[in-house]
């Protein structure tokens, strides 16, 4: 690989870390991140019985956030197990995803930032790899286009 395509991939890099994380602090949860930190905190069969015993109660309740609050912090008796048994009682979802999330969430913490900056660098390294596959498969030209 010639250097002008080592600094070409290098700044396509730099330019989608600085798009991605432009306001990425400031930016809500959405709802598929939500679920991902219910599930990966080893919460979702909590929150899943929680609207399950709502809708059997007849309720007719307009949901809020704050009653989602204590599904949101991270509790520390929660493990590995309990993320597996969540998703395998609860969804059929793959469970890499949600382990390596319960992981990352323990590390770093579940802060918004935190949480949307795993998805950050996944983004940031399928740079490079969306110019290699573009190599292998058509050509240099092709390649930079794709990681643009």
Excluded: C
Excluded at 106 to 118: P, Q, R, V
Excluded at 120 to 142: D, Q
């Amino acid at each position: 690989m010639s250097k002008g395509v080592i600094i070409a991939l290098l700044l396509i890099t730099a330019l989608g870390f600085f798009l991605r994380f432009n306001n990425l602090s400031e930016q809500s949860l959405w709802t598929d991140e939500f679920f991902t930190l219910f599930e990966s905190s080893g919460q979702g069969i909590d929150i899943n019985n929680f609207l399950g015993h709502l809708s059997k109660s007849g309720e007719k309740k307009l949901m809020k956030s704050r009653d989602f609050k204590p599904f949101i912090k991270v509790n520390q008796n929660k493990n590995i197990k309990d993320v597996s048994r969540s998703l395998f009682e609860t969804g059929a979802h793959p469970t890499l995803y949600f382990w390596i999330m319960h992981g990352w969430i323990n590390i770093f913490g579940d802060g918004a930032l935190a949480f949307k900056f795993f998805s950050l660098l996944m983004g940031l390294l399928s740079i490079p790899l969306v110019y290699y596959v573009g190599v292998y498969l058509f050509s240099k030209k092709a390649a930079l286009f794709s990681a643009v």
